[in-house]
C-alpha cells in the first residue's frame, strides 16, 4: 500500500526537519487514519512539490508530527490533457470529476452546453464549483497524486471554442447516425503539447456548438459502439488517451 497523500501550504519544515501537520488534514491524519511512529506519509501542495515523510509522533487529536528531509517536484505530464466536461444532473458532475482525477486527467472546464438543464448560476453555480473543485482535491489524494487538475471556472461555448484553437489536438466526443465521426482509438495523437476533449451533455452537443468547435480547428470522434453517459465519457476517452500517448506504459 502506497503512503497516504496529505495536502499542505508550505514545506517549512524546523530544525532536523519536523514538520507539524495540522488542521483538518492533520485531524484526518490522528484521528481516522490514525497513522502511527514510523509509517510514511507524502505532503503535497497539490502543484506538483511533495515530500515523503516518516512519522515520528501525535500531538492530540490533530496534530501529526514528522520528520521531512527533502522536497521533490513532479513535472507537469505531457501532452496535457484538459476535458470540457457539460454540466450533468444531480452529482454526476462531481462523479464525473472524481474518477477523471483518479483517471489521471489534467484540467477539468465545467461547460454550460446549450442543452444542459443544470444551469450554474449566481449562488447555486459558485457552490456546485466548489464541490468540483473540493472533489478534485480528495480524489487527487485517494490516487496518491502529488500535482491534481485544475478545475476552471465555467466556460461558454465561445470560450470552449477558443481553447480547442490553441490546442495540438482537438477532439468532440460525438456519435449521431448522420453525422460522420472517427474513432478516438485510432486518431494521430500528439507526442506533446495540449489534447483538448469536449464532452457534451445528455442530450448531445448542438449543430450550431459543433459548427463553430470545428471552425475552431476540432474534430468529431466516438469511443465505440456503446453510448456513454456524460457522467463516464470523459474517464473512459481519458483512459483511452492515457494509453495511447504512452502515459500510462
Not at 505532503?43 to 512519522?55: F, H, I, K, P, Q
Amino acid at each position: 500500500m502506497t503512503a497516504p497523500v496529505f495536502v499542505v501550504e508550505h514545506f517549512d519544515a524546523g530544525g532536523g526537519g519536523r514538520y507539524v501537520l495540522d488542521g483538518p488534514e492533520g485531524r484526518h491524519a490522528v484521528s481516522v487514519k490514525r497513522l502511527r511512529p514510523g509509517e510514511s506519509v507524502v505532503l503535497t501542495d497539490g502543484n506538483g512539490r511533495w515530500a515523503e515523510c516518516e512519522v515520528v509522533d501525535t500531538e492530540g487529536k490533530d496534530r501529526l508530527v514528522v520528520h521531512m528531509s527533502s522536497v521533490a517536484e513532479e513535472p507537469p505530464e505531457s501532452p496535457r490533457i484538459t476535458v470540457v466536461q457539460a454540466l450533468p444532473k444531480g452529482d454526476r458532475g462531481e462523479l464525473a470529476v472524481e474518477t477523471m482525477t483518479e483517471t489521471g486527467v489534467d484540467a477539468i472546464v465545467p461547460w454550460a452546453a446549450a442543452r444542459c438543464i443544470t444551469q450554474w448560476k449566481g449562488e447555486r453555480g459558485s457552490k456546485a464549483l466548489g464541490k468540483w473543485r473540493a472533489t478534485a482535491r480528495e480524489a487527487g489524494k485517494q490516487s496518491r497524486r502529488v500535482r491534481f487538475p485544475e478545475v476552471t471556472d465555467a466556460a461558454t461555448t465561445k470560450q470552449v471554442a477558443a481553447l480547442l484553437a490553441k490546442a495540438d489536438f482537438a477532439a468532440v466526443l460525438h456519435e449521431e447516425r448522420d453525422y460522420g465521426s472517427e474513432p478516438l482509438a485510432t486518431a494521430e495523437l500528439p507526442a506533446e503539447g495540449e489534447i483538448v476533449l469536449v464532452v457534451g451533455p445528455e442530450g448531445g452537443v448542438s449543430p450550431e456548438e459543433l459548427a463553430l468547435f470545428e471552425e475552431a480547428g476540432a474534430k468529431a470522434y466516438r469511443l465505440g459502439r456503446t453510448v456513454l453517459r456524460t457522467s463516464t465519457a470523459g474517464t473512459a476517452a481519458t483512459a483511452l488517451l492515457l494509453g495511447r500517448t504512452g502515459r500510462w506504459s
